[in-house]
């Protein structure tokens, strides 16, 4: 059977026809989904100023969270103190002492140890620079026992200080005790045996020893010591002695 031409040129013609509508419909549909797109997204404004204005605050801390604790200042570090001012007691600065320690002469060796505590203030100026109540320590410098034609001896020295819990070197000398000697006599400082005794005590004082004393003077006394054997140097527990610093001493005041 044999097609005729104007069969084949209608099919065409509703062919395209059905192309050019089909066509017509996206380009609708693709109108319409740009138009709502345009909607929802507006063209974007230009950028004004977006600084925040003012202070942020802190989040709120959530519910059952404690808040973090801020972190302590540091503290600046304490001044540190300047070093006290060393004053110096110059030498040959009496040192008025009352021994702690009991010596004799019969039984101390050069070198033993002794202690004591200044009984008066010293000063530097107007300025306390060792305390009554400062404590000394010293040596048995020289000793010499009692014996038949000579008299009894004893020396003491100072060698440290300490003033307000801090301790110092110090040197310091008094004067040597010898028995029979007015200074022996006043510190109370001869003691001996019975058979002389009477003599010397009498010597020391009381109305033999004022006898004694018109008679013999004191070079008699002390000869009456000399002449007798055992009366020994005796310093107690208490005997107040004046030592003279030997050296200039530096305490931090």
């Not at 319409?32 to 942020?56: H, M």
Request: with cysteine; charged share 15%.
């Amino acid at each position: 059977m044999r097609i005729r031409p104007w069969i084949i040129w209608g099919l065409a013609l509703l062919l395209a026809a059905f192309a050019a509508g089909c066509a017509k419909k996206k380009e609708a549909a693709l109108t319409t989904a740009d138009s709502t797109a345009f909607a929802t997204n507006p063209t974007e404004q230009a950028q004004g100023d977006i600084t925040p204005q003012g202070q942020v605050p802190p989040p709120e801390p959530k519910a059952g969270t404690a808040p973090k604790p801020s972190a302590p200042k540091a503290k600046s570090p304490a001044p540190t103190p300047a070093p006290a001012a060393a004053v110096t007691v110059p030498a040959a600065t009496p040192l008025k002492v009352t021994l702690s320690t009991a010596l004799s002469s019969e039984t101390a060796k050069v070198g033993d140890p002794w202690s004591g505590v200044v009984k008066e203030n010293v000063f530097v100026g107007e300025k306390t620079v060792i305390p009554a109540g400062s404590t000394v320590t010293g040596t048995v410098s020289a000793v010499k026992p009692a014996a038949k034609g000579d008299r009894a001896m004893l020396d003491l020295a100072i060698g440290s200080l300490r003033v307000e819990g801090a301790d110092y070197t110090a040197h310091a000398t008094t004067e040597a005790i010898v028995a029979g000697s007015t200074r022996a006599r006043n510190l109370g400082a001869i003691a001996g045996g019975a058979g002389a005794g009477a003599l010397v005590g009498g010597a020391v004082g009381g109305k033999k020893g004022a006898l004694i004393g018109g008679l013999l003077g004191a070079a008699g006394a002390g000869g009456a010591v000399a002449s007798s054997k055992g009366y020994q140097v005796v310093l107690k527990e208490g005997t107040e002695l004046v030592f003279s610093t030997s050296d200039p001493v530096n305490i931090k005041r």
